[in-house]
């Protein structure tokens, strides 16, 4: 079984910058993609970045395009999130997610992933 384990949320003012990280452990399968999503109070669960298992192909919602990079490194099993410019609209819990065996470029559905972590809380003050 896989654990994922998230780190680095908090409290930041708007357009401040902050960098999660989600460490794998336990039977990881490989190759594998990992995907962030992040959830609000009231909302669904939303698809924010994933990324491939070489790194070669990423992907990004449209409302953080531009702002958020998605990044990984395989030696260390830990694949991060670098959030820049935030606004208070990116205040949620943060989620990262394992595809298990996925070799091609990620999914932006959270149907498709296999491993959740429990989540870090991401709080933007205007």
């Known amino acids: 079984q896989v654990q994922l384990v998230e780190s680095g949320g908090g409290l930041v003012q708007a357009g401040g910058s902050l960098r999660l990280s989600c460490a794998a452990s336990?039977?990881?399968?490989?190759?594998?993609?990992m995907g962030w999503f992040r959830q609000a109070p009231g909302k669904e669960r939303e698809f924010v970045a994933a990324?491939?298992?070489?790194?070669?192909?990423?992907r990004y919602s449209d409302s953080v395009k531009g702002r958020f990079t998605i990044s990984r490194d395989n030696a260390k099993n830990t694949v991060y999130l670098q959030m820049n410019s935030l606004k208070p609209e990116d205040t949620a819990v943060y989620y990262c997610a394992a595809d298990l065996g996925k070799l091609g470029p990620p999914l932006t559905s959270p149907v498709g992933y296999d491993a959740w972590g429990q989540g870090t809380q991401v709080t933007v003050s205007s």
């Open positions: 336990g039977r990881i399968l490989r190759p594998n993609a």
């Open positions: 990324i491939s298992w070489t790194g070669a192909s990423t």
